[in-house]
């Protein structure tokens, strides 16, 4: 592990942009044309609404947010998951034309596990750093399902973040921004600063799990669509209800992206488009076919099943297999991974293991 992380922080990371009221300081050098486009206005979907400098999430999800971190932050634990979630410092209202917003204070953090992962060659996370990763990601997970009886639903690798152990960079670039302030441009009312480069020294921080704006509360069932396209668990697909297994589930996919640098599933048709069809059968691919027990409850099983549980699909179904996609283990490792795989790609989400029981998985402690 230590010779990656020295290879990152060799290399220097990016802190988003911030205004400030302080207009005086626009004259000189620092201004820049503002004709340009800069930092976020490149994005195809930005628009000056979406962005406040201390925040980018949206109302909605940042009002739920704000409602799930009550539970998180008020409980008295010992869990050492605890300190695997990001917590919420403090918050406040700003109001803006298009109405009242909640803002959320955090520790400051590092990178994030996908930048960290674009920094090493091949995009591949080392097996050390992988399973370092995943242990923290799994304590966070048995906090948040059994302490705090809720379910994340979007475990992404941009949303694991690296903690900060030297503070005193932090330090470094406050003082750096007073002293030389990052060029800017002024829009309007509106002031667009470009990213200033953070200096990394020491180790990095433990893996952090965070963004809970589409996290649910309860140890029942929910209905809701959720998780990002490609990491959604079957029973989401078919439209049953679900619970926090979803996120053993996500947890099984994410690994792939980190260790593979590549997506468990494509899910694109002919004509790129992703659907649950072919979703689904690159499913029954690398599973088998789901138990018709499974499959009762499904407002839309008949769009892909028969009453036998045969498979009915506009598409056909692969010829992979796990054994045959992943590509960097051999031998009793490549076996040991495949099988703490297996533990959390399961149809029936009963029998995905617990985070608990993950923890003392073989390969994980290998």
């Keep these: 592990m230590s010779s990656a992380l020295r290879f990152a ?11 400030r009221q302080n207009l005086e300081r626009l004259a000189g050098p620092h201004v ?32 739920r947010e704000w409602e799930v971190y009550r539970p998180i932050n008020t409980i008295t634990t010992s869990h050492a998951g605890s300190k695997c979630v990001r917590m919420l410092l403090d918050s406040f209202d700003i109001t803006t034309a298009t109405g009242s917003h909640i803002c959320m204070v955090h520790k400051p953090l590092g990178l994030r596990i996908s930048d960290f992962q674009a920094l090493i060659p091949g995009g591949k996370l080392p097996q050390d750093i992988l399973k370092l990763t995943l242990k923290h990601v799994l304590l966070a997970l048995e906090f948040l ?12 690798a941009k949303n694991i973040l690296m903690g900060i152990d030297d503070e005193n960079v932090l330090t470094e670039f406050e003082e750096a921004e007073v002293r030389d302030p990052s060029p800017c441009k002024v829009d309007g009312d ?4 470009t990213s200033r480069q953070m200096r990394v020294r020491g180790s990095a921080g433990r893996p952090v799990l965070c963004d809970f704006g589409e996290a649910r509360i309860g140890d029942g069932h929910f ?15 078919l439209r049953k209800p679900w619970n926090k297994k979803v996120d053993i589930w ?10 593979q640098n590549k997506h468990l599933f494509d899910a694109r048709d002919a004509n790129n488009e992703t659907t649950n069809t072919v979703h689904l059968a690159e499913m029954i691919a690398l599973l088998g076919s789901p138990p018709n027990s499974f499959l009762e409850g ?5 769009d892909y099943f028969d009453k036998s549980g045969c498979w009915i699909g506009d598409v056909r179904i692969p010829s992979n297999s796990l054994e045959e996609f992943e590509e960097n283990l051999k031998g009793k490792e490549k076996a040991l991974f ?6 959390m790609l399961r149809w029936v989400p009963e029998e995905r293991m617990s985070a608990f029981d993950l923890l003392d998985d073989p390969w994980l402690n290998s």
């Design 298 to 302: 499904s407002p839309i099983v008949g």
């Design 9 to 19: 922080q060799k290399l220097l990371r990016r802190a988003p942009s911030r205004a």
């Design 338 to 343: 495949l099988q703490f795989m297996r533990k």
């Design 223 to 237: 209905t809701e669509d959720i998780q990002p396209f490609l990491y959604r668990a079957p029973e989401v697909i």
């Design 190 to 193: 509106r002031v667009i600063y």
């Design 250 to 259: 996500n947890l099984g996919v994410l690994i792939w992206d980190l260790c």
């Design 32 to 63: 820049l044309d503002s004709s340009l486009k800069y930092e976020e206005e490149k994005l195809r979907w930005y628009t000056p609404e979406k962005f406040y400098p201390v925040s980018e999430a949206n109302s909605r999800q940042a009002a």
């Design 145 to 156: 399902h059994s302490e705090c009886h809720l379910a994340h639903t979007d475990i992404q």
